[in-house]
């Protein structure tokens, strides 16, 4: 993937301590809190390949200026969302952060990623997720971080027996942005699903990678990911399925649709499907194209602008995924801020 990152766009900050992340709604019974430490971080060495690039998870393990680690006990069901808020106040500022988010055994919690900022700086990051047998986890990442930031997002999900993951992607912010999530399916009935969203404008670049891994039978997933471009905005989806030998009756699918709403923008997309058993159900999928020009007319004879009118179609497509982040005041703020001010201006 760092092949395809223009570095010589990105400008890196001189190392600094980072003081503005915090957590919402961890005073619920069933969780507990830690700062990330190396006493911490030593029980959770893993051999998985995962990430962007070894030299990017090499400088948050080495480097993090921030993050927490969770848990939650065993048999317990967190009403409310956790909400990492990670605010970037400075003009030029570095965020480092790894986060380690353990739920035990029959389980179930929602977590809150939300990654803003002002207008410049560096932010790179690793999430590790362990789901345990019969847990149930939602986590919500979104990145709406400043117009001149570079932000890169790490991630290894390991999912126990009948344990089930749901996970969202929303990336409207940053000039460059990348991130990998890595899923393992090592234990019988795990589920992995994720549906993402996307809108990139101007000159922003994307990298965004889905690995799934199927170890175990009876293994699902299902990685969905929409976005729309504008300007000259590049984005770039690499899905890779891989179903091993001995995942018998696994079943996997993957999906992208983006919507092109200029003639110089550019969606490359490179959906892989690996399978060394027989007993499976996989595909994937992946179109883009404009949009539908008799559907935009009808809309602005209904009394809108030729912008108005792309962005309700634009919402179309995104909002049924924005629409499942837990927490409302985020999901305002995208709807009626974000997503409107980058396609009507």
């Known amino acids: 993937m760092l092949k395809r990152i223009p570095w010589e766009e990105i400008q890196k900050p001189a190392y600094k301590e980072y003081n503005a992340s915090k957590i919402k709604d961890v005073e619920q019974e069933g969780i507990s809190v830690e700062r990330i430490d190396a006493n911490i971080l030593k029980n959770f060495t893993t051999d998985k390949a995962y990430g962007i690039d070894p030299k990017l998870t090499e400088e948050v393990e080495k480097h993090y200026n921030a993050g927490f680690y969770i848990k939650i006990s065993s048999g317990k069901e967190i009403k409310k969302p956790v909400v990492f808020d990670y605010i970037a106040n400075l003009q030029n500022d570095l965020l480092l952060d790894y986060n380690v988010i353990e739920v035990e055994p029959y389980s179930k919690v929602t977590v809150v990623f939300d990654y803003n900022s002002g207008e410049k700086g560096f932010k790179n990051g690793i999430t590790r997720l362990i789901a345990k047998e019969g847990s149930t986890v939602n986590i919500v990442k979104i990145q709406r971080l400043g117009d001149d930031f570079s932000d890169f997002d790490n991630c290894l999900v390991e999912v126990g027996e009948k344990a089930t993951v749901n996970w969202s992607n929303v990336v409207i912010g940053a000039h460059i942005s990348a991130f990998d999530v890595s899923v393992y399916l090592s234990e019988e009935g795990g589920s992995f699903t994720?549906?993402?969203?996307?809108?990139?404008?101007?000159?922003?670049?994307?990298?965004?990678?889905?690995?799934?891994?199927?170890?175990?039978?009876?293994?699902?997933?299902?990685?969905?990911?929409?976005?729309?471009?504008?300007?000259?905005?590049?984005?770039?989806?690499?899905?890779n399925i891989d179903i091993k030998k001995g995942a018998k009756k696994a079943k996997a699918e993957e999906n992208e649709t983006v919507l092109l709403l200029d003639k110089t923008v550019r969606s490359i997309a490179i959906p892989a499907l690996y399978c060394a058993e027989e007993d499976v159900q996989a595909n994937h999928s992946a179109s883009a194209?404009?949009?539908?020009?008799?559907?935009?007319?009808?809309?602005?004879?209904?009394?809108?602008?030729?912008?108005?009118?792309?962005?309700?179609?634009?919402?179309?497509?995104?909002?049924?995924?924005?629409?499942l982040i837990p927490y409302d005041p985020i999901r305002e703020i995208i709807l009626r801020g974000h997503i409107g001010r980058r396609i009507i201006k």
Request: zero cysteines; proline letters at 2%; a positive charge.
């Open 194 to 239: 994720a549906k993402s969203v996307f809108l990139g404008v101007d000159s922003q670049k994307y990298d965004m990678s889905y690995k799934v891994y199927h170890y175990a039978p009876k293994t699902t997933s299902s990685v969905d990911l929409k976005g729309a471009l504008k300007g000259s905005a590049k984005a770039t989806f690499i899905g």
């Open 289 to 323: 194209g404009q949009l539908d020009e008799n559907k935009l007319y009808y809309v602005m004879s209904r009394g809108f602008s030729l912008e108005e009118a792309r962005l309700l179609m634009v919402q179309a497509v995104l909002n049924p995924v924005i629409d």
